[in-house]
Nanobody
């Protein structure tokens, strides 16, 4: 199991920015695809962005052009830069491996006020 700790959430006005960070516990992180997910109240968890070990990225249509995912394999971290935030981005955000079973961290709350 890779332990994951998310940070960087908070309260921001619509149009603002936040940068989330995820720290992984060990080096297997460097060979796997990582993703950022979010879960809004009453909704299912969804993936918003992913990044392969080689740096290829994919984004959900709802965040494309506003969010940027990046990773630092030397530091075992993956970040999510979120710009032009909207109230509908309000959710608990999680990072996790993609394609491999792993426990979820505690997540970080992002609240966007209108």
């Amino acid at each position: 199991q890779v332990q994951l700790v998310e940070s960087g959430g908070g309260l921001v006005q619509a149009g603002g920015s936040l940068r989330l960070s995820c720290a992984a516990s060990k080096g297997v992180f460097t060979i796997v695809t990582m993703g950022w997910f979010r879960q809004a109240p009453g909704k299912q968890r969804e993936v918003v962005a992913s990044i392969s070990s080689g740096g290829s990225t994919l984004y959900a249509a709802s965040v494309k052009g506003r969010f940027t995912i990046s990773r630092d394999n030397a530091k075992n971290t993956v970040d999510l830069q979120m710009n032009m935030l909207k109230p509908e981005d309000t959710a608990v955000y999680y990072c996790n491996l993609i394609g491999r079973p792993n426990s979820w961290g505690q997540g970080t709350q992002v609240t966007v006020s209108s």
